[in-house]
């Protein structure tokens, strides 16, 4: 048994390390937790799609190509409304950074809201081509 466990383990490292190598460098990231916390009326989203691309999932960031794209998100609850709102924006993506795509809404009890980009940051370890 014990040796069963080692060669799966052993087997599965390529097959995890493979969907690191699908991203060409330089690559984007978009996620849609907060950044500034302290920002009233500001509250993160689900990321439906960017692009043709869809299926956000567990909070991770979505890697995509640089380039200009149709963003659609969705808010999550809020003020007692259940959440589940979309809205869609273009966006423009620069090799190497990451945005963090939030909800800005119209007040703490409303439920209509603005996509926003709260915050784009350098991605650590990603390079630019020459």
């Known amino acids: 048994m014990r040796i069963l466990r080692i060669s799966f383990a052993v087997a599965s490292v390529p097959v995890l390390l493979s969907g690191c190598a699908t991203m060409n460098a330089p ?12 920002i009233a009326d500001r509250r993160p989203v689900n990321i439906v ?9 567990n ?28 809205r869609e924006l ?9 945005y963090y795509l939030n909800a800005q809404f119209d007040s703490q009890v409303s439920a209509d809201y603005t996509p926003v ?9 990603c390079r630019r081509s020459a």
């Open 27 to 38: 690559w984007s990231e978009v996620v849609g937790t907060r950044y500034h916390v302290a």
């Open 49 to 57: 799609t960017i692009g043709d691309q869809g299926g956000w999932a």
């Open 59 to 86: 909070n991770q960031p979505m890697l995509v190509d640089p380039g200009t794209y149709r963003v659609v998100v969705e808010s999550r609850p809020h003020a007692g409304y259940r959440g589940g709102r979309q």
């Open 90 to 98: 273009q966006l423009t993506l620069e090799p190497c950074k990451r």
């Open 117 to 125: 980009v709260d915050e784009v940051e350098n991605i650590g370890g």
